[in-house]
T-cell receptor, first 115, second 112 residues
Framework: DAGVIQSPRHEVTEMGQEVTLRCKPISGHNSLFWYRQTMMRGLELLIY????????DSGMPEDRFSAKMPNASFSTLKIQPSEPRDSAVYFC?????????????FGPGTRLTVT | GQQLNQSPQSMFIQEGEDVSMNCTSS?????WLWYKQEPGEGPVLLIALYKAGELTSNGRLTAQFGITRKDSFLNISASIPSDVGIYFCAGQRKGGSEKLVFGKGTKLTVNP
């Protein structure tokens, strides 16, 4: 089975531009998580969905960030307008989202550089 | 907010040596997970622990869920060069949501 798929793997953009990151979770998983990783702050949870519904977006930095999950197999994280401080690696992860199973499986990440 | 204290921050060892790292918290956790991250990749799940006192192995890796539910350790026996990477612990808090709390990671370097 394919793991979590993320695209693009690398994104370089100029400040002020819109950036859209994409994620396809593992088939059959009901929960999807967006993380940001930096040297300074480590892994930070931005938002997570269960059954396509946003459950907790308390980690979203500000209104410039938005996330959607229109169906069970696709999610996007959008930054508009982007700023240099948004440069980081963004990970998507998915989990079964049922019962007491909390194992999350991560995608390969998108390395975002905002100049 | 809740934090996981992971130690050590980094380790430099010789090939063949055993490695031990741990995570502690002031909160009780229902689940402990251990991940490994290599450069340019996402974290990969190594071991999941669900019961206090549980000891689980995955090849040369052994992890334990502390009896107090506030700590966990990961051991790697007979290290090899491909063990290099950053190891993260993560916990799911008792009574909490699906959110995981992550430690800051232990960076392992293995000298051949």
């Amino acid at each position: 089975d394919a793991g979590v798929i993320q695209s693009p793997r690398h994104e370089v953009t100029e400040m002020g531009q819109e950036v859209t990151l994409r994620c396809k979770p593992i088939s059959g998983h009901n929960s999807l998580f967006w993380y940001r990783q930096t040297m300074m702050r480590g892994l930070e949870l931005l938002i997570y969905f269960n059954n396509n519904v946003p459950i907790d977006d308390s980690g979203m930095p500000e209104d410039r960030f938005s996330a959607k999950m229109p169906n069970a197999s696709f999610s996007t994280l959008k930054i508009q307008p982007s700023e240099p401080r948004d440069s980081a690696v963004y990970f998507c992860a998915s989990s079964l989202g049922q019962g007491d199973i909390y194992e999350q499986y991560f995608g390969p990440g998108t390395r975002l550089t905002v100049t | 907010g809740q934090q996981l204290n992971q130690s050590p921050q980094s380790m430099f060892i010789q090939e063949g040596e055993d490695v031990s790292m741990n995570c502690t918290s002031s909160s009780i956790f229902n689940t402990w997970l251990w991940y490994k991250q290599e450069p340019g990749e996402g974290p990969v799940l190594l071991i999941a622990l669900y019961k206090a006192g549980e000891l689980t192995s995955n090849g040369r890796l052994t992890a334990q869920f502390g009896i107090t539910r506030k700590d966990s350790f990961l051991n790697i026996s007979a290290s090899i060069p491909s063990d290099v990477g950053i190891y993260f612990c993560a916990g799911q808090r008792k009574g909490g949501s699906e959110k995981l709390v992550f430690g800051k990671g232990t960076k392992l370097t293995v000298n051949p």
